[in-house]
């Protein structure tokens, strides 16, 4: 897949997502982007290298957002 | 005088172990006189704050603290926790108290200048609170603000040459026994391979993208010093395939006391002279061990390398020159489904750089299988349990073993594929109805 078409289908796909939960899986977005996990990681880092993802964790668990999106940006001022 | 009162913190030091709340007084006493002239990037009385926001959960009988945050260095998604307290106006100084794990160097040697060198980074831009090492093995810095985290990977990575471990859903710092450098039971070099393993997957250590936590762990005897067999998903143990070799005159010396068991580990009271029949040969798990004409004999084929008469007899036993490791995976705590221990899935495999065979026949297939199959935050051991072990076998392609056979009739479905069945499936109907009526 192009890397424009995958940026677009993720953040189509999150933003569609956007009212009910703004921090994802990588399974979540590997399903979007239809791809076995060695090639959405490609895409995907991409994006966060670019400023298009951002990457939230627990500690023990990670997770992927819009950059900038979602309570706990705004909660902490990190918006 | 403190800046919090902290009548419950402080009646923990009045017990008989070395306290906590001692070391971090003793830290706010050394950040308050500031004898180095440190500039301090974070507030000076971080360590203030933070006791006095513990009394309070200690009060309250709740945590201040929320859980989890977008923190990190640019482009890595582990390797930073985030923290933040929800008692900010309180507790202004530990408003954020990130944690950094920081990558420790195989067998965790250090010069001392360089322990120096990483304690005044952390003064500087931390609270210069420590814990060395995690039970990840990890440095762990505890305690510092966003904007000190990008100066802090700086300094790490230009001066220090150390990179950040793992956090999150990623391959975590692999981490390994002091092996071939101290211990000559060690069967193959644990701090090479944990080294080439953690170099070589630096994209799963730093980027995301497994279903959870993933662990290496390199022991190199069975007597396991980082516990490998019980917490990492992929543990390697050393092992021989040879003979335990015998030093009879060694033995000899043992039974005639002329020689302390267990390296003297237990000389700080008369346990009698030692009795090896009693001590060594009947505490053998297989009872592989028996004495004639006063020499030891042991059934090599029988033995479970389980390293009890070797740890006793160190100087009269050693282990065999076939060496190489057993790998076992799935290993995990009790968080989600129960705690499990390492299933057995490569008996024996050489440990030779570069890897090539333990790399491309064991990690990487099972980070495939795992990395599809697998769901949001489970482990490789629940992966394991829900598919089945015969599964593994399959996408790693090793054959079943009775060595793999932890008790018998654990699992008794064992099912037959087309492919395994001599003419498959298909029978002739003809041929069937000559012995069975419709
Ligand atoms: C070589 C001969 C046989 C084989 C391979 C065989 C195999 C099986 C299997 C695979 C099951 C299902 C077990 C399970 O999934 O829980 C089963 C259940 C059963 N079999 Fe057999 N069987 C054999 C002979 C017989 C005979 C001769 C009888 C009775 C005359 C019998 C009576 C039963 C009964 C009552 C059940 C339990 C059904 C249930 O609990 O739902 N079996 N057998
Ligand atoms: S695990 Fe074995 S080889 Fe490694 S340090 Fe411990 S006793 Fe020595
Ligand atoms: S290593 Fe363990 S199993 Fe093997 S002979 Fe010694 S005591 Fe027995």
């Given amino acids: 897949m192009e890397y424009e078409e995958a940026k677009q289908k993720i953040v189509d796909g999150l933003t569609k997502k956007q009212k009910v939960k703004s921090k994802f899986y990588f399974n979540d977005l590997a399903k979007i982007l239809e791809e076995k996990p060695r090639v959405a990681k490609k895409l995907i880092n991409q994006m966060v290298q670019e400023g298009v993802l951002e990457y939230w964790s627990s500690g023990s668990t990670s997770m992927y957002g819009l950059k900038g999106t979602g309570k706990q940006a705004h909660a902490e001022h990190e918006d | ?438």
């Avoid at chain 2, 949001?376 to 793999?404: A, C, I, S, Y």
């Fill in chain 2, 1 to 438: 005088m403190a800046k919090h009162e902290t009548p419950l913190l402080d009646q923990l030091e009045s017990g008989p172990w070395p306290s906590f709340v001692s070391d971090l007084k003793q830290e706010i006493e050394s950040r308050a006189k500031n004898e180095k002239g440190v500039e301090f990037q974070i507030p000076q009385d971080v360590c203030e704050d933070l006791l006095g926001i513990l009394e309070l959960s200690y009060k309250h009988g709740r945590t201040h603290w929320k859980h989890g945050g977008i923190v990190g260095v640019f482009g890595y998604g582990g390797g930073v926790i985030g923290r933040y307290c929800d008692q900010p106006e309180m507790f202004p100084g530990v408003a954020h108290f990130h944690t950094m794990r920081v990558s420790q160097p195989a067998g965790k040697f250090y010069t001392t200048k360089y322990l120096k060198d990483i304690c005044d980074l952390w003064e500087m831009r931390g609270s210069g609170l420590t814990n060395m090492h995690g039970s990840t093995g990890d440095i762990i810095f505890l305690g510092t603000t966003t904007p000190q985290l990008e100066e802090i990977f700086w300094e790490l990575g230009h001066n220090l040459h150390q990179d950040l471990g793992g956090s999150g859903s990623n391959l975590r710092t692999p981490s390994d026994c002091v092996g071939q450098a101290r211990c000559e039971w060690a069967c193959y070099d644990t701090q090479a391979i944990c080294h080439d393993l953690t170099v070589e997957y630096q994209d799963e250590l730093h980027r995301p993208a497994f279903p959870y936590k993933f662990k290496f762990k390199f022991d190199g005897c069975p007597n396991c010093c980082v516990a490998s067999i019980a917490r990492a998903d992929l543990s390697f143990i050393g092992t021989w395939r040879d003979d335990i070799r015998i030093d009879q005159e060694a033995v000899a010396a043992y039974m005639g006391g002329e020689l302390p068991p267990n390296g003297g580990a237990h000389a700080g009271r008369d346990w009698g002279p030692f009795d090896i029949q009693k001590e060594v040969i009947d505490l053998c798990p297989t009872k592989c061990m028996w004495l004639e004409g006063g020499k030891l004999k042991i059934e090599n084929r029988e033995c479970t390398r389980c390293m009890h008469c070797i740890n006793v007899m160190p100087r009269a036993l050693r282990i065999g020159n076939d060496r190489g490791c057993s790998i076992f995976a799935g290993a995990k705590a009790p968080i989600l489904d129960g705690a499990q221990m390492g299933s057995l899935i490569v008996p024996f495999i050489k440990v030779e750089e570069p890897y090539d065979e333990i790399k491309e026949k064991v990690i990487e297939p099972i980070w495939d299988w795992w990395m599809e199959e697998g769901k949001n935050r489970e482990r490789l051991g629940e992966l394991m349990k829900r598919q089945g072990f015969q599964k593994l076998l399959e996408v790693t392609g090793f054959k079943p073993d009775p060595r793999m056979v932890q008790e018998p009739r654990h699992n008794p479905y064992i099912f037959w594929k087309e492919d395994e069945v001599e003419g498959g499936f298909k029978r002739d109907i003809n041929e069937f109805r000559k012995f069975h009526q419709r």
